[in-house]
């Protein structure tokens, strides 16, 4: 199975700073790698899929980069209806696997 | 929009059987794949499997033994089964739809807990 490094495990910061998740994949992945925002009780949202495409309707302030076993995920901005945890996922290899996933909290 | 709706028991003895459902509203079940993917409590999301809607599967190998997905193209149904199960399958169970490299399409997810 393919591990997904994913950092930091939590993270506290002010309204309006600009926030940086990072993963790692165990092996290379191409671009086969995408973000989910998970708020407890609702359902997972895809943000950004592809490493770096955002999905329609999502706003412009989440963006990702990366390519092979390196990726990036920020916030430019955080707003206070970004508290989540954040998941990177894989979907190069079968089993589909995630990062350990990254509690966004406001300071 | 797509929208997904799990049901099924939230509680199931060990040893026995965990059996969900998953509606998929808005939309047609055709032409996709449709995962099932787990949480349990204070942990990350593991991915248990996927149907497609000819009834090919793909399980994650941890699980495999023990798991079944099957799909009801003519319910807009999709479903998972879980045998033997115990206290580690105690966890919020979700489905999903795979528009692509992803997952697009979420449900809400159902909570099982194993006790007796």
């Known amino acids: 199975d393919i591990q997904m490094t994913q950092s930091p495990s939590s993270l506290s910061a002010s309204i309006g700073d600009r926030v940086t998740i990072t993963c790692q994949a165990s092996?290379?992945?191409?671009?086969?790698l995408n973000w989910y925002q998970h708020t407890p009780g609702k359902a997972p949202k895809l943000l950004i899929y592809?490493?770096?495409n955002l999905k329609v309707g999502v706003p412009s302030r989440f963006t990702g980069s990366g390519s092979g076993t390196d990726f990036t995920f920020t916030i430019t901005s955080l707003q206070p209806e970004d508290i989540a945890t954040y998941y990177c996922?894989?979907?190069?290899?079968?089993?589909?696997?995630f990062g350990g996933g990254t509690k966004v909290e406001i300071k | 929009q797509v929208q997904l709706q799990e049901s099924g028991p939230g509680l199931v003895k060990p040893s026995e059987t965990l059996s969900l459902t998953c509606t998929v509203s808005?939309?047609?079940?055709?032409?996709?794949?449709w995962s099932w993917i787990r949480q349990p409590a204070g942990k990350g999301l593991e991915w248990i499997g996927r149907?497609?809607?000819?009834?090919?599967?793909n399980y994650n190998p941890s699980l495999t033994s023990r798991v079944t997905m099957s799909v009801n193209t003519s319910k807009n149904q999709f479903s998972l089964k879980l045998s033997s199960v115990t206290a580690a399958d105690t966890a919020v169970y979700y489905c999903?739809?795979?528009?692509?490299?992803?997952?697009?399409?979420w449900g809400q997810g159902s909570l099982v807990t194993v006790s007796s």
């Open positions: 149907v497609y809607i000819t009834g090919s599967t």
């Open positions: 808005n939309g047609s079940i055709s032409n996709y794949y």
């Open positions: 592809d490493a770096s």
């Open positions: 092996q290379d992945i191409s671009n086969y």
């Open positions: 999903a739809r795979e528009g692509g490299t992803y997952q697009d399409y």
């Open positions: 996922q894989q979907y190069d290899n079968l089993p589909l696997t």
